[in-house]
Structures are given as structure tokens and as C-alpha cells.
Nanobody
């Protein structure tokens, strides 16, 4: 019933920028929050940023100050703007929607590779 499609990943140089997009489709009600997670090769998936239904944003320390999460309600899309990219930002970035009832929906991810 819910589909999340990420895009915007790619190969960038250290210090570069990317804007990741997550387009949501299907029936989604009572959304509590939308967020971004990432998983580097050989590592666990980690939380990156979250934006709530009231547009409050929080960030992981690793990206705080360099990233901005925002959304376009008209397009049912959430974005993650990442600047000053580092090699450690490399990984597959996943979009997640969390409902008020506690259900989580995930996208399939978009790969970000930051070259030194």
C-alpha cells in the first residue's frame, strides 16, 4: 500500500553536495515522521535525520551542521540536502516513513559514494 522511492544518490568528491529525494506513494495516514538512514559497507544501518509531522527536524551528530532535511507536502516528497560530504558519508541511504501507530515503511535505498 505504501511505496517509497529514493533518488539523488551518486558519485561525488569530498566536499561536494547532494540532494537526496524520497517520493512517497500509496495510502499513508497518520504519519508521525519521515527520516533518512544510511548503511555503510560492512556497518550497521544508522539513523541520519528525521522530520516530524510538525516539521521539527533532528540530525545525527555525524551530519549535523552539514545536512538539512525538509519536505514538500504537495509532492509527497522528503529531501535530504547534504553538503561538505566526507568519505564516511558513503553508503546506501534509505528513506523511512513512520506512522502514528508505529508502522515503518522503507524505501530500497539510493547509493551515495564520496570519493577522496
Amino acid at each position: 500500500q505504501v511505496q517509497l522511492v529514493e533518488s539523488g544518490g551518486g558519485l561525488v568528491q569530498t566536499g561536494g553536495s547532494l540532494r537526496l529525494s524520497c517520493a512517497a506513494s500509496g495510502i499513508i495516514s497518520s504519519i508521525n515522521a519521515m527520516g533518512w538512514y544510511r548503511q555503510a559497507p560492512g556497518k550497521q544501518r544508522e539513523w541520519v535525520a528525521t522530520i516530524t509531522s510538525s516539521s521539527s527536524s533532528t540530525y545525527a551528530d555525524s551530519v549535523k551542521g552539514r545536512s538539512t532535511i525538509y519536505r514538500d507536502n504537495a509532492k509527497n516528497t522528503v529531501y535530504l540536502q547534504m553538503n561538505s560530504l566526507k568519505a564516511e558519508d558513503t553508503g546506501v541511504y534509505y528513506c523511512k516513513v513512520q506512522t502514528v501507530g508505529g508502522l515503518n515503511f522503507w524505501g530500497k535505498g539510493t547509493l551515495v559514494t564520496v570519493s577522496p
